[in-house]
């Protein structure tokens, strides 16, 4: 799909969107504990995976409109399975290890750039083990069980293994022990799984580095989703471009990292700051857009963005580029200098990636300009457009 974007700035209220961090965590959560309800769900791609991935364990729920009602959990007698992960970084990295915990052959399917994205982690513990770690012909297939015991795992490249092992670690035989070596990346999504394993009755407990889960059983509950900061930072982002947006439902304080947000949306408003996205990785594309729109900005600790849907430094730099802003894009950071910004002369890409999408409107709201793979939003934002016009922005979509 391709959007058309006329300059027109947004203002207005609208609400929040449900949080896919939490929905994700909720719903394993429930799968895990053998049924819960979870309300306020949206259905997303990627959660739409992570409900695929549920049934092919056998777990039974119910959809009625936002509420999503897990009857049954696991099927223990199930010990060969596919499991659809779509293009769902999240769900993958959630269920690998719960497949590990179950025993059994498993095979894993992704789209586009999925299973390209790391996964060294949990294949340097599976050689470890003696489990079977596979991956060819665009799918995983692993084999074998993992107990539990001492596990290390880097937190480098991405918090889901840390989230991933500790939601797994109840369906183990033996207690598990995780030592994270070296610096933990994104620690406030280590936070939230923690602390929505302690509301299913779990306690984590943390020495130094080392997590180590003391309930080998959950409870079933009933939970509300967040509002989600991440999605409401794409809107937000234009109150600072010269339009006014306010984001109705959002919970603060709150354990999500992206709430950061205004205060660094108000750094790049009123000066040229050095901003750190170590912890906020899903921000930059929002973040380099308003600096871009204002007076330019140094991000660090931007390593890992190539690990994302896309590459998303490079893709950054390209979209600014085509708005006429001068970016200069080094391993670990990502300059972005003051520039007279103007319509780009070609079509953009958007990468398949819904950041960038979101990223390129901001832009484009005062610009103008044209997306290819507009439809990306779906992964985390179904309705961004239909929001984005509703506050007076002009997008037009197109099939390509």
């Not at 509301?199 to 059983?217: D, L, M, P, T, W």
């Not at 929002?286 to 690990?307: D, I, K, P, Y």
Request: with cysteine; charged share 20%.
């Amino acid at each position: 799909m391709k959007a058309v974007i006329l300059p027109s700035l947004p203002c207005g209220t609208v609400s929040a969107t449900p949080s896919k961090s939490y929905a994700h965590r909720m719903l394993i959560c429930a799968l895990i504990a053998g049924g819960g309800k979870v309300c306020g769900i949206e259905l997303s791609d990627d959660i739409r995976a992570t409900l695929r991935c549920m049934s092919a364990l056998g777990a039974k729920y119910i959809i009625n409109g936002d509420v999503v009602t897990v009857l049954t959990g696991i099927d223990r007698s199930i010990n060969n399975a596919a499991l659809d992960c779509g293009e769902s970084g999240s769900t993958l990295r959630f269920f690998i290890p719960i497949c590990l915990a179950l025993g059994g052959r498993f095979v894993f399917k992704g789209k586009g750039r999925l299973l390209s994205r790391p996964l060294n982690e949990y294949r340097i513990i599976c050689e470890k083990r003696g489990i079977g770690f596979v991956l060819e012909d665009e799918t995983l297939k692993i084999s074998g069980k993992l107990d539990g015991g001492c596990v290390a795992v880097s937190g480098a490249n991405s918090s889901q293994f840390i989230s991933g092992m500790l939601m797994a670690s109840p369906l183990m035989r033996v207690k598990l022990y995780l030592a994270v070596t070296g610096d933990i990346e994104s620690k406030p999504y280590i936070d939230l799984t923690i602390s929505e394993l302690g509301a299913h009755g779990a306690v984590i407990k943390q020495s130094g580095n080392v997590f180590c889960c003391e309930s080998q059983r959950l409870r079933a509950v009933s939970e509300i989703v967040e509002a989600d900061w991440s999605n409401a930072a794409y809107l937000y982002a234009y109150t600072f471009c010269g339009g006014n947006v306010r984001v109705n439902g959002l919970s603060e304080p709150t354990l999500q990292g992206d709430s950061v947000c205004l205060k660094l949306f108000g750094k790049l408003a009123s000066s040229c700051p050095i901003i750190d996205v170590a912890d906020c990785p899903d921000l930059f594309p929002a973040l380099a857009a308003v600096a871009a729109l204002n007076n330019g900005a140094e991000f660090v600790n931007t390593r890992r963005l190539s690990l994302k849907e896309s590459d998303r430094a490079e893709a950054m730099e390209k979209m600014l580029n085509a708005f006429g802003c001068y970016v200069e894009r080094y391993e670990n950071n990502f300059v972005i200098e003051r520039s007279e910004l103007h319509a780009p002369f070609h079509t953009v890409d958007g990468y398949n990636d819904h950041r960038i999408v979101m990223a390129f409107c901001i832009l484009a709201s005062v610009c103008g300009g044209e997306i290819s793979g507009a439809e990306a939003v779906n992964k985390s934002f179904p309705d961004f457009f239909k929001t984005f016009n509703s506050l007076g922005g002009k997008a037009e979509l197109y099939d390509e």
